[in-house]
């Protein structure tokens, strides 16, 4: 893990709390503009600190304690820093961030973690069901029955709609639009999740100055 502040990401929001009113105002109408334009807002506002996978800060295991005591080197780099970051209680855009991770790889490394038992599995579904999700691990479908949104029954007829479609006309309609038109889910719960997939493999690298001050850039590789 590179070193970084602790908490970088509080630095950062810090540094944007601090602009003056007449730019945060702006930003402030910038971002509005873009999250009331689209089906986004539910879905944000429906987030809270306990359900936000990247707010989550991981847990150590026995298991995970003594391996980042001992550093046998029988894990990946990437895992070592996923332990380093559960010890330091760095949530997971923390670590991301320290680590010049997108989200995509991070949740990818926790799974590893937590499937090696070296960090607790998180208690909430949502979380849970998120990180399988921008991992790659599981699709859209299994998604929402992870989070108890539909259930199995509900996911194999919506999977049953879109073949017979795609049998029928030879287009394959999105399963998020089938689930919709079945009335298991509205376009505010699909469209959510989708914009966080779409933008989890994005790179977030705060540069530090010599004056310890942030600016940042969004990039799509490394």
Same mark, same amino acid.
């Given at each position: 893990m590179q070193v970084l502040p602790r908490d970088i990401f509080k630095s950062i929001i810090k540094e944007i709390f601090n602009l003056p009113v007449w730019i945060k105002q702006i930003?402030?109408?910038?971002?509005?503009?873009?999250?009331? %334009? %689209?089906?986004?807002? !539910?879905y944000f506002s429906a987030i809270t600190r306990d359900n936000c996978f990247q707010l989550y800060i991981p847990k150590l295991t026995y298991t995970g304690r003594k391996e980042?005591?001992?550093?046998?080197?029988?894990?990946s780099e990437e895992i070592y820093n996923i332990l380093e970051g559960a010890f330091q209680e760095l949530s997971i855009v923390e670590i991301a961030i320290s680590n010049n991770w997108n989200l995509h790889e991070c949740s990818?490394?926790? *799974?590893?973690?937590?499937?090696?038992?070296?960090?607790?599995?998180p208690t909430s579904p949502a979380l849970r069901g998120t990180a399988l999700y921008m991992a790659g691990r599981i699709r859209l479908g299994e998604y929402f029955v992870k989070i108890n949104k539909i259930n199995m029954e509900q996911?194999?007829?919506? /999977? !049953?709609?879109?073949?017979? =479609?795609?049998? %029928?006309?030879?287009?394959?309609?999105? /399963?998020?639009? =089938? /689930?919709?038109? *079945?009335g298991f889910l509205t376009k505010e719960d699909t469209e959510g999740i989708l914009f *966080?997939? &779409?933008?989890? &493999?994005?790179?977030?690298?705060?540069a530090i100055t010599e004056e310890n001050k942030f600016f940042t850039g969004a990039e799509t590789g490394k």
């Open positions: 930003i402030y109408l910038e971002l509005k503009q873009e999250f009331e %334009s %689209s089906e986004i807002k !539910r980042i005591e001992k550093k046998a080197g029988k894990h990818k490394y926790f *799974l590893e973690a937590m499937d090696n038992d070296l960090v607790a599995k996911l194999d007829e919506a /999977l !049953r709609n879109q073949k017979y =479609i795609e049998d %029928s006309i030879g287009d394959k309609p999105g /399963l998020a639009d =089938i /689930l919709i038109d *079945l *966080l997939k &779409k933008d989890c &493999k994005k790179y977030f690298k705060p």
